[in-house]
Nanobody
C-alpha cells in the first residue's frame, strides 16, 4: 500500500518555526517530484513548495519564499518542509504530495497522484 504520512504539525506563535516531515512507503519516490500544499478553512488547496527528484531544483509560492525550505532524503524516502518566521496566514492543513510524471517543479494539485492525509499547522498572533 502506497502511503504518504505527514508529521510535525502543531501550534506555534508568530515568528516561530516548525518542521514538517513526510514519510513515504509502499514504493520508492526517489524519481518523483515531491511537494507540499496547504488548505486554509474556506479556501482551495494551494501550492507551497516543490522539489525535483534529485533535489537540484526547488520552487516556492511567493507567500513563503525566503521563509520556508523544502528538502528530501531519497535514501529515507522522506521530504521535509522547514517553516521559519511563521505568520498567522500560514495557518492551514499541510499536505505532502508526489507526482510520478511531472518533469519539473512547476506543479499544481492536478499534477500529483499521491497525497498524504494532512497535518494541521496553527500560528497564533
Amino acid at each position: 500500500q502506497v502511503q504518504l504520512v505527514e508529521s510535525g504539525g502543531g501550534w506555534e506563535q508568530t515568528g516561530g518555526s516548525l518542521r514538517l516531515s513526510c514519510a513515504a512507503s509502499g514504493r520508492s519516490f526517489s524519481s518523483d517530484t515531491m511537494a507540499w500544499f496547504r488548505q486554509a478553512p474556506g479556501k482551495e488547496r494551494a501550492f507551497v513548495a516543490a522539489i525535483a527528484w534529485n533535489g537540484a531544483d526547488t520552487n516556492y509560492a511567493s507567500a513563503v519564499k525566503g521563509r520556508f525550505t523544502i528538502s528530501r532524503d531519497n535514501a529515507k524516502n522522506t521530504v521535509d518542509l522547514q517553516m521559519n518566521s511563521l505568520k498567522p496566514e500560514d495557518t492551514a492543513v499541510y499536505y505532502c504530495a508526489a507526482s510520478s510524471w511531472a518533469t519539473g517543479v512547476l506543479i499544481g494539485t492536478r499534477s500529483c497522484d499521491y497525497w498524504g492525509q494532512g497535518t494541521q499547522v496553527t500560528v497564533s498572533s
